[in-house]
């Protein structure tokens, strides 16, 4: 599909291959909830956060489908197209992405026997969940949708802050615990983890103010940069995280922590020359010395550290 989409761009390929992957996604969703239902063990909560990663994943797919209705219609060129995409993109990494992963984030603690604050925690469960469908708007008022819009996207956007903030607080409060439970090496990429949810959610909410919204909105370099914090930094190091305290990753492999730490190392050069070149787009300074250079070196390392992790798992299952 990604090939496809390389070449036809939203051509006949595309749309087929695309089609075909959402269907693999209705799979996906009811595999997970018939697993759900036989696991009688899991948390009213845990399971309150991986349902609720199904419904948005599953909001998600209408995207693609209506892509195809927008563009027989002729109007690939207008607001409708971008908007579409955008609502995909708003219910993958917000909705499906972040509430699996807080999900099974809650399962492992319960496997370890870690108290959670389940009533903070559900609150902030059903603010964010709220809150989820007006957010959307927040990556759309760029289409000047009028101030009732503007209001309602403020409320989603307020809200989703919130509804983090409890689930924060609720994990800080027993923090203590995990800490006793897992290695330093692991709880400190938990930390920034929780760190990098933080910033994510504070960068959303700075959107209901017109001023930077406005400004972010035109700069490519920061919404390309929001995107990688979230999809490189909060989604794949919070991943690489759980597999470590599953213990699919070796946290006493040498060459495991080394390949975190060159991905993490790759993650933050390449954030700080993204949103380096969008604070000097602002200023109206449109050359940052090394920039492509130092995105090419991100990649590198992002690619090196993938890789020896990818190798370290592969080691480890073949000696088991």
Not at 71 to 84: I, P, T
Not at 250 to 272: A, H, L, P, S, V
Not at 287 to 301: D, Q, W
């Amino acid at each position: 599909m990604f090939i496809a989409f390389l070449i036809n761009g939203y051509g006949l390929s595309s749309i087929i291959l695309s089609t075909v992957h959402i269907f693999v996604e209705y799979w996906v969703i009811w595999f997970i909830y018939k697993h759900l239902k036989r696991n009688l063990h899991i948390s009213k909560v845990s399971s309150l956060f991986i349902k609720g990663s199904l419904i948005a994943l599953f909001i998600s797919t209408l995207a693609p489908f209506s892509l195809g209705a927008i563009v027989a219609s002729g109007l690939r060129d207008s607001h409708l197209f971008d908007m579409a995409i955008y609502f995909y993109l708003h219910f993958q990494y917000n909705g499906w992405l972040f509430f699996f992963l807080i999900g099974m984030f809650l399962i492992i603690l319960g496997k370890k026997n870690i108290p959670i604050q389940t009533k903070l925690i559900s609150i902030g469960f059903w603010i964010y969940a709220i809150a989820l469908i007006p957010g959307y708007l927040l990556s759309v008022l760029w289409a000047d949708l009028g101030f009732d819009v503007s209001f309602i996207a403020m409320l989603g956007g307020v809200g989703q802050w919130v509804g983090i903030l409890y689930l924060l607080i609720a994990l800080w409060n027993v923090w203590k615990h995990v800490v006793d439970a897992f290695s330093n090496f692991i709880v400190f990429w938990l930390n920034v983890t929780l760190i990098l949810l933080l910033v994510k959610s504070t960068m959303e909410l700075g959107l209901i103010f017109p001023a930077i919204s406005n400004s972010v909105y035109d700069t490519r370099s920061i919404i390309v940069g929001y995107l990688h914090l979230t999809l490189l930094g909060f989604v794949s190091i919070f991943t690489m995280a759980q597999y470590q305290m599953l213990d699919i990753l070796d946290t006493k492999q040498k060459w495991m922590r080394i390949g975190f730490i060159i991905f993490f190392i790759g993650f933050c050069i390449n954030e700080m020359f993204l949103f380096a070149m969008g604070l000097a787009t602002w200023m109206n300074i449109y050359l940052i010395p090394m920039y492509l250079e130092g995105l090419l070196v991100a990649s590198i390392l992002l690619f090196i550290g993938i890789t020896i992790l990818t190798i370290s798992i592969y080691k480890r299952k073949s000696i088991s």
